[in-house]
Structure formats: structure tokens, C-alpha cells
């Protein structure tokens, strides 16, 4: 009986271990560019998607009773083909480097595919899949000294509710009980929440190989969502999976995101409107109350619970698209609090924006190369440099609105913080 029970405690123990070893990342390696590999994100011992040599894609889909299945490769979708074994076959056009979303079609209803894990994105549940990059190493798992990603929750009195964080502390916060650290706050896009920078960003671990070689200084993140909504106000409206929102080019607040080269639609978030300014989209909640909710709630909570540096030198925000909007919003109305200010694929700043220049340590822009208003970030830097304001410009080459922008972005503009 002893044996029995200590048998299943073992199998429970182990069971255990899979499943946290499974939510962790993947390991997505640059050294498999240029091989065909199983994707990273797939479900153990699945073989299909499968990343070909040149950087296709090759999908599998069992749905023998469909009349119509269709794979949708970051809102693109694509005609499946029916075997006489009820699977149905695609293998797309080369694909742009990093990590793209995915999902299936069936019968017109949107479903998930059940080879892969599953990520937010586009307002709802997505498949992923990843194309090595040949220099993407900064991003790699490496044997380098670890940050950890702790899970927080805080009460906001702003909102009336308790809010869900994911905090990065780096490599030597345990260790150096005594030391404190600036702090940046990363800001998702729309249709996405606090998980993405980690799941697809890879922030902790493109921050600890920055670290490791002494490229930058360590600091905290802090990565929460933008919807932040008083009591009383209205809920946005739900919308169908995959369906734009109202002045989107694309769902989530990624647009462009097709074949190589696609290029967004008007008014997608993220995109400059005329003179280099983002619109602001519907999204049923607001930035002013997200402000709120930081100055009072949010960072008051990070500055007593974590052994950080207060001041706003070292205090930085930057956001992805809606949430480099967020970060504009935030930050300019709030100078006293930032200190740095990053803006990716979301706009720029002009120096008529900001109200005291003394107290802008760095404005950083960028976009990836596909992208429109790629074109206006060194203009916009060059505006700022001359009006005395540190800016400083980043295009990624060969990339669209997606997250390999995100992660160089974040690889360029972390080198530049608290120094």
C-alpha cells in the first residue's frame, strides 16, 4: 500500500514538473535558420507546423466532416487542402523573420489549432509560430545569469478592482539585497495584454543577455494592461473574432501583418496620421484613466514592494503600437514622473509636445522598415536633437508590424535607459 501511494505521489510530482515545464518559453534558436524544424511552440511531439528551409510554413488540420478550412497567418487567410484521410494540407509563402500569429478557419467559424500552445492576440486566443532569425540571438536562451518573472496582482482604488502584473526583476536582484533599480513600464497593443511581452517579446531574456554582456544596466519591468476602466463606465463592445474595430485596419492593433511587405490599413493603430501623430482609437477605455491608475495605484505599489529607484530619472514607460499611444499620453502629461520615453510603431513626438525639455531625458522612436511612418522617425528625432531634446530613431529592417520590430526596438532602446 505504501508502495502504491508513494508510486502515485511520484507520477503527481512528475505530471507536475511537465506542465510548468511546458508554459515556460520555448526555445526558439537562432541556429535553426535555414533548416526545416519543427516550430517551437508546438505541443510536445507534434510534427506539423512545420518551418521549412527557406522560411515556409507547412500546416496540418484534421477536421474530416469540413467543407471549407482556411489557415489565417496574422489576419491573411489562406485555403487549406482536403486529403482523402479528412486532413487538410498548407504550406505558405516565405515568411518574415520572428514570431507571427495564427489560427484556423472551419466552416467560417474561428478555432484554434490543437498542435500548438496558445497566445493573446487580435482580441482573442491565437496559434503562433516562429521563423528563426540568423541574428536573433540577443533573444536566444543562453547559459548567462537569469532574471525571474514574478506574477502580481495590486488593488487599484482608481478602478475599483484588482489588477494582474507581471514584474521582470534582473539576474542579481536576489543576490543584492541592498541595491535598487530603475524601473521601465512596457506597454502591450491592442488586443493584447500583460503576457506578451514575456510569451512573444522575450523581454527577460533579450534583458539578460544585454546584462550578461554588460550592454545594459539592470532595471525592472513592469507589464500590465492599458484597459483600465472607472466604475460606471461602458464596457467596449465585443466584436467576432478576427473582425476590425472601428477605425482599425487590422484586429489587435496589428495591422500589416500579411505576406512580406504587406502594408497596414488607414487608421490602424499605431500607424502616424498626418504629422506624425497617432490616432487615438475606440477602445472603449481611456489613456487619461490608465494615468490615473499609475500615478496613484501602479507605481506607488512597485515603489514599496520592490527595492526600486523613485525618482524620474529613473522612471522610464514605452509601448508597442496602441501602447506606445498609451506611453505618449502617459508620459507627456506626466513629466515629472518619466523620465524616458519609447515609442514603437506608434507615432512620434515633436518638440512642441513637450512642455519642459529639461526634464526628457530620451525620447526613442521606431518602426519596423514595412511599416508606414517608418520613413518619419529620424526626421523626428532630428527635430528634437535640434530643440535640445534627446531623440534618438530606429528602423528594423525587413520587418512589419510584428513582434521582431518590437524585440529589436526594445534591444536598442534598453541599451539607452538609466545612464
Known amino acids: 500500500m505504501k508502495k502504491t501511494l508513494s508510486l502515485i505521489l511520484l507520477i503527481l510530482i512528475s505530471a507536475s514538473s511537465i506542465s510548468l515545464a511546458q508554459t515556460g518559453q520555448p526555445l526558439v534558436s537562432s541556429k535553426l535558420a535555414g533548416t526545416q524544424h519543427i516550430n517551437p511552440y508546438n505541443v510536445y511531439g507534434v510534427p506539423f507546423p512545420r518551418i521549412e528551409a527557406d522560411n515556409r510554413v507547412t500546416f496540418r488540420f484534421t477536421a474530416p466532416y469540413a467543407e471549407k478550412v482556411q489557415v489565417s497567418i496574422n489576419n491573411v487567410a489562406n485555403d487549406m487542402v482536403k486529403g482523402s484521410d479528412g486532413v ?41 509560430f516562429e521563423i528563426p532569425d540568423p541574428n536573433g ?3 536566444d536562451l543562453k547559459d548567462v ?19 494582474h502584473i507581471y514584474v521582470y526583476t534582473p539576474p542579481d536582484y536576489e543576490k543584492n539585497t ?42 525592472i519591468v513592469v507589464m ?59 477602445m472603449g477605455f481611456s489613456f487619461d484613466t490608465y494615468a490615473e491608475l499609475m500615478i496613484k495605484d501602479m507605481i506607488p505599489y512597485i515603489d514599496k514592494n520592490f527595492r526600486t529607484l523613485s525618482d524620474q530619472a529613473n522612471r522610464a514607460m514605452s509601448g508597442l503600437s496602441m501602447g506606445a499611444m498609451c506611453t505618449k499620453a502617459v508620459t507627456l502629461a506626466h513629466l515629472d514622473t518619466f523620465g524616458y520615453i519609447g515609442l514603437f510603431s506608434g507615432g512620434t513626438i515633436a518638440p512642441a509636445e513637450i512642455t519642459d525639455k529639461s526634464k526628457v531625458k530620451l525620447v526613442f522612436m521606431s518602426y519596423g522598415s514595412r511599416e ?41 532602446y534598453a541599451q539607452l535607459l538609466f545612464k
Open 145 to 163: 545569469p537569469h532574471g525571474n518573472v514574478q506574477i502580481e496582482n495590486y488593488y487599484s482604488t482608481v478602478t475599483e478592482s484588482w489588477r
Open 137 to 139: 540571438g540577443f533573444y
Open 224 to 282: 500590465e494592461t492599458s484597459a483600465a476602466r472607472k466604475p460606471g463606465e461602458p464596457i467596449p463592445q465585443m466584436r467576432a473574432p478576427g473582425a476590425p474595430a472601428p477605425g482599425q485596419g487590422a484586429p489587435g492593433g496589428q495591422p500589416g501583418q500579411g505576406a512580406p511587405g504587406a502594408q497596414p490599413g488607414p487608421g490602424a493603430p499605431g500607424q502616424g496620421a498626418p504629422g506624425g501623430q497617432a490616432a487615438r482609437p475606440r
Open 178 to 219: 541592498s541595491a535598487r533599480y530603475p524601473v521601465l513600464y512596457l506597454q502591450h497593443g491592442g488586443g493584447e495584454d500583460q503576457r506578451v511581452w514575456i510569451e512573444m517579446g522575450r523581454t527577460n531574456l533579450i534583458l539578460d543577455n544585454l546584462i550578461a554582456e554588460g550592454k545594459a544596466k539592470p532595471f
Open 372 to 412: 508606414r511612418g517608418s520613413e518619419s522617425v529620424k526626421n523626428a528625432a532630428d527635430a528634437l536633437n535640434q530643440a535640445g531634446i534627446k531623440g534618438v530613431s530606429y528602423v528594423s529592417p525587413l520587418t512589419a508590424h510584428e513582434f521582431q520590430s518590437w524585440r529589436r526596438s526594445l534591444k536598442e
Open 88 to 128: 487538410w494540407t498548407y504550406t505558405s509563402e516565405p515568411q518574415d523573420l520572428g514570431y507571427h500569429n495564427y489560427w484556423m478557419i472551419v466552416d467560417g467559424a474561428v478555432v484554434l489549432d490543437p498542435a500548438t500552445d496558445g497566445f493573446i492576440g487580435y482580441s482573442h486566443m491565437c496559434n503562433g
